[in-house]
């Protein structure tokens, strides 16, 4: 059986919290104990890393858990002490480069490495063994604009549904996820607490320049790098600063770092 949207009238809910709870009960509908939606608005970072999560709604699930994923860890930023900082979370990283839903079942991820490839992302599933989650269905939703929403659909170990979940309702959870990411686009406002800089998005050779200069390279050695003139990487980095509102290239390597851009683990 799959989910029922027409139980979800999205022109009547008009709160985050009756969001939830109407997809909630849809999830629940079809045997799944609860997880979190998620909102990045640069889904790829030109490091190849994930962009940076900024907003999550739980549902059902522990908010410790939803707190200690949104937190990041980076050379910039500086450490997170957390196990399930975003930035060691296999499943997003695999998640961050897919189209279609895709299950996990945490202690087969252990066995099998197919996502956890380091120490790292090893001690981030056995954190969500610790909670109590046994499986989660992770259901991408990617814009035009660059961004990244994500419904994480879990069960719970204390949950006797087992059976794995059909396509049809994978697909109806995936029109559940959507809908759910233009609620929140449009009348929760997430954009706006992304980052400005989505309205005047940086183009990918202006991020690269960026993310060299943020790892302390010349524009000449950038240039190098990048295959280009040197006059053509200070024109990707003037440009990147003139979107950004920044004054120069130490002041824009910093906004792009705060916006989310310069994730560079």
């Not at 739980?58 to 910039?76: G, S, T």
């Not at 961004?147 to 170990?157: D, H, I, T, V």
Request: with cysteine; aromatic share 8%; net charge neutral.
């Amino acid at each position: 059986m799959g989910v029922n949207l027409q139980r979800i009238d999205w022109q009547e809910i008009r709160t985050e919290q009756e969001a939830a709870q109407a997809v909630l009960a849809a999830m629940r509908s079809v045997g799944l104990s609860g997880g979190a939606f998620s909102f990045t608005p640069i889904s790829l970072l030109p490091s190849g890393n994930p962009g940076l999560l900024k907003r999550a709604i739980p549902l059902n699930i522990d908010q410790q858990v939803i707190d200690d994923w949104l937190q990041y860890q980076d050379e910039l930023a500086g450490g997170s002490d957390t196990v399930l900082s975003q930035a060691k979370d296999p499943v997003r990283r695999r998640m961050i480069t897919r189209i279609l839903p895709e299950r996990f079942v945490m202690e087969e991820l252990l066995e099998s490495r197919r996502v956890t490839k380091n120490t790292l992302g090893i001690k981030w599933i056995k954190a969500l063994i610790g909670y109590g989650i046994r499986e989660s269905y992770s259901i991408p939703v990617f814009t035009g604009r660059g961004e990244y929403w994500s419904l994480a659909a879990m069960r719970y170990f204390d949950n006797p549904e087992t059976a794995e979940l059909s396509h049809e309702t994978l697909g109806e959870l995936y029109w559940l996820t959507a809908n759910l990411a233009e609620f929140c686009a449009t009348k929760l406002n997430w954009r706006a607490h992304g980052h400005e800089a989505t309205r005047r998005p940086l183009s990918p050779r202006e991020l690269d320049c960026l993310y060299w200069a943020a790892r302390g390279k010349t524009s000449a050695e950038t240039a190098e790098l990048l295959d280009l003139r040197t006059e053509t990487v200070r024109k990707y980095l003037k440009n990147a600063a003139m979107k950004l509102n920044a004054n120069n290239k130490t002041q824009a390597v910093c906004m792009a770092h705060q916006l989310g851009y310069l994730a560079l683990v």
